[in-house]
């Protein structure tokens, strides 16, 4: 019948506004996808290539390997590259509307990232933290 999502009762109307929001975004994002999703063409950053066709990363020419979530998170970064994506923005596109995880999970997920993919994952130049507003992937034009 359409149904995409249910509330147990009691439930509070700050709950339905975020169910509500939560689908409205969903249904935003849907076509900003589909026309991301249809090229298959290679992300180049510096040394880093993602070859989005068969969802493998290369350093230097040597794969890397990449949890699912950090694939995710990666690949999503690099196609909005040079725009700041806050954390909640990440969490929603790599772990769904419903997580509520702890804010430490994307840390941790990108100083993973930084460590499989930047030369000095202290002092990182392609993933770059922007203090009070989250992460940036920084592609320079080469």
């Not at 998170?73 to 997580?99: H, Q």
Request: aromatic share 8%; with cysteine.
């Amino acid at each position: 019948m359409g149904g995409d999502d249910y509330i147990t009762k009691p439930f509070s109307p700050r709950e339905i506004a975020f169910r509500i929001k939560a689908q409205l975004r969903r249904q935003q994002y849907d076509g900003i996808k589909e026309v991301k999703s249809s090229k298959n063409e290679n992300i180049n950053i510096g040394s880093v290539t993602i070859d989005k066709l068969h969802s493998q990363v290369y350093k230097d020419g040597s794969e890397v390997k990449l949890t699912a979530k950090e694939y995710k998170l990666l690949l999503y970064l690099a196609e909005n590259s040079n725009k700041i994506v806050n954390k909640e923005r990440l969490c929603e596109v790599v772990w769904g509307d419903d997580y509520f995880g702890y804010d430490n999970t994307i840390s941790v997920h990108i100083r993973h990232l930084r460590e499989k993919l930047e030369k000095n994952p202290s002092k990182p130049e392609i993933i770059v933290t922007v203090i009070g507003l989250g992460y940036k992937l920084v592609k320079r034009n080469e």
